[in-house]
Each structure stands twice: as structure tokens, then as C-alpha cells.
């Protein structure tokens, strides 16, 4: 009965575990960057162009992710990254580099 029960104790703090980052994680990719209609948004020129000033280079793509912009560019040590942007004043959200 004991292991039983212990048995169930691990399975119940491994699923909370796991429920707990999947929050986190829903959490931190669906940033809230603005509430401004889109109408008032930079361009995603001027994002391309402030995300190259920022240090980011061979900007392949930018696309409109909820309210945020996602840019896809190359770091200066040429990692492959994906910056979200604020699409009012075109500053850094977040960064994920691919490894």
C-alpha cells in the first residue's frame, strides 16, 4: 500500500510539474507587446530596420504574431534567432536563439 501510494504522489508532482511550465511557457509566447491597433503599427520595414540597428542581420522574414512582431534574422556570431518586437516603438521583446 505504501508504494502504492508513493507511486501516486511522484505521478501527481510530476503532472503538476509539467501543467505548471506549459503555463509558463503559454505565458511568455504570447507576450502582449501593444493594444494600439495595428492601423498605428511601424512598418515592418522600420522593424527590419530597427532590429538591424539593435545588432541583428539578414532579416529573412517579419511577421505579425498576436500583437507583436516576430523577426527572423541571423545574430553577429551568425545564429539563426527570432526577435519579437514591439510593433509601436520597435524595442526588443523577447529573443530566442536556435542552438
Known amino acids: 500500500m505504501f508504494k502504492t501510494a508513493l507511486t501516486g504522489a511522484f505521478a501527481l508532482a510530476a503532472l503538476s510539474s509539467v501543467a505548471l511550465s506549459s503555463a509558463a511557457y503559454a505565458d511568455d509566447d504570447n507576450a502582449a507587446c501593444t493594444k494600439e491597433p495595428k492601423a498605428k503599427?511601424?512598418?515592418?520595414e522600420a522593424i527590419s530596420a530597427k532590429a538591424v540597428a539593435a545588432?541583428?542581420?539578414d532579416v529573412k522574414k517579419v511577421k505579425v504574431e498576436?500583437?507583436?512582431y516576430e523577426?527572423?534574422?541571423k545574430t553577429a556570431k551568425n545564429?539563426?534567432?527570432e526577435v519579437v518586437m514591439n510593433p509601436m516603438t520597435g524595442d526588443v521583446v523577447k529573443v530566442e536563439t536556435a542552438e
Open 79 to 81: 545564429e539563426r534567432t
Open 71 to 73: 523577426v527572423y534574422a
Open 66 to 68: 498576436g500583437t507583436c
Open 41 to 44: 503599427w511601424m512598418t515592418t
Open 55 to 57: 545588432g541583428y542581420r
